[in-house]
């Protein structure tokens, strides 16, 4: 909401006699001038309270605002007597640095130029001082608010679609109750929603250790890091180190609704998922994945649901949707089950469905990993190799489930 108005509209009514004034501080006393003036607020926080952060038009420096409030992002303002372009606005972080041995990082939730805003975690914003898949800070489409390192947004025009980073649940009056939800705001994981680690050793021949130092969060994402480091695990040495959240013991539900919002990592060998499994089993826990992949084929989205048949023989139902670049950016995954029905939507639309009187009855648990190599990457002949990245991230927005009201 702004109280600027279109410079088209503007244009329409013909030459504007009001004087557009230097200290211009609200909103109101400029837009008569707006079509040939801009104003530019930057709504950003520091974590320390020392960060300075810079405003650049084409390359040059306009304005520095010095010791940038912790807290909620305040705004800072800039108003010129030029016509700007979202394509000219840089914001950059120019102190990074320890304060009292704490790290120096700057938060800018969004730009508004003109009265329209363009977001940080737009996956149009290009940064340079944030942190990326290898979990360096590094030059690319972060779709996030910090800059950790020195370094700038750049915001382009598209951004101001809703993109934040974290999209509200469903409203009130929706047919769906939430009943979990991480939006992964705090710095660290909160271990009364999420086990960290399987409570099982080796499976599937897989090649990774979980350990609890692959669990980060930061800039409200979750990011699960996949590290080439020959760690000890259940008596043996992995060739990688990997992270695995779970709810066992802290949620469950029969049917409902289960979504995770993320970013898969590329690479031969990677095998993101977010699953569902049966909580008390008889002999075989029934198992929901609700994403699946392997990080060489950056299109595919896979969903699968196991049980044994009525002869106790596994059966499995592997099903492939062919999509957009998932490593690219953000996508939701969403599972739908209900009495002997699962169906899976990516970014809301229906992309599989199951009906049979196999679909589990009874209360399942969360899991959300990214294992190495093992039996689904072996399946596509692409296990780790040379090729593989040292290091890379599945990126995790949210996780939240519903159940029907
Ligand atoms: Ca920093
Ligand atoms: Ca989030």
């Not at 304060?99 to 800018?108: F, I, Q």
């Not at 999420?194 to 250790?209: L, M, V």
């Not at 490593?327 to 990516?346: I, K, N, Q």
């Not at 290091?391 to 009201?405: G, M």
Request: net charge positive; proline share 7%; charged share 20%.
């Amino acid at each position: 909401m702004s109280l600027l108005r279109d410079p088209s509209e503007l244009a329409r009514e013909g030459p504007v006699s009001v004087k557009f004034a230097i200290a211009c501080l609200m909103p109101l006393l400029c837009w008569a001038d707006s079509a040939r003036a801009s104003v530019v607020q930057i709504y950003a926080a520091g974590s320390t309270g020392q960060e300075s952060m810079a405003l650049q038009i084409s390359g040059v420096t306009v304005r520095t605002f010095r010791k940038v409030r912790t807290g909620p992002a305040s705004r800072y303002y800039y108003a010129t007597p030029r016509k700007l372009a979202i394509s000219q606005i840089r914001v950059r972080f120019t102190n990074d640095g320890k304060h009292n041995g704490r790290d120096m990082n700057l938060r800018v939730a969004r730009v508004n130029l003109d009265g329209v805003d363009y977001l940080s975690t737009a996956p149009t914003t290009f940064s340079t001082g944030s942190i990326g898949p290898t979990g360096e800070c590094s030059p690319g489409y972060h779709e996030t608010r910090t800059l950790s390192c020195n370094g700038y947004f750049q915001y382009k025009r598209g951004g101001s679609a809703p993109s934040s980073p974290s999209p509200p649940p469903a409203p009130l009056n929706s047919q769906w109750q939430l009943t979990f939800s991480d939006n992964f705001s705090d710095n660290q994981l909160d271990t009364s929603k999420w086990n960290i680690g399987p409570e099982w050793g080796r499976i599937n021949n897989e090649e990774q250790a979980y350990v609890p130092e692959a669990i980060k969060l930061s800039g409200g994402k979750l990011r699960i890091y996949a590290e080439r480091i020959p760690t000890p695990y259940h008596g043996q040495t992995m060739p990688f180190r990997s992270g695995m959240i779970t709810t066992k013991g802290k949620f469950s539900q029969t049917y409902g609704k289960f979504e995770i919002r993320c970013r898969l990592p590329k690479g031969n060998g990677y095998w993101p998922a977010m699953w569902l499994l049966q909580v008390s089993p008889a002999s075989f826990q029934k198992e929901v994945d609700v994403m699946e992949t392997v990080g060489n084929l950056p299109t595919l989205a896979s969903f699968n649901f196991h049980h044994l048949d009525d002869n106790g023989k596994h059966k499995s139902y592997y099903r492939q949707w062919w999509g957009p670049d998932f490593t690219a950016g953000h996508h939701t995954y969403t599972l739908e089950w209900s009495r002997d029905r699962l169906v899976w939507f990516v970014d809301g639309v229906e992309r599989n469905r199951i009906e049979n009187r196999f679909v589990p009855r009874q209360n399942m648990y969360i899991l959300v990993n990214l294992a190495v190599g093992g039996g689904f990457p072996n399946a596509t002949n692409t296990p780790p190799d040379a090729t593989t990245p040292q290091k890379a991230a599945l990126v995790v927005d949210y996780v939240r489930a519903y159940r029907r009201r």
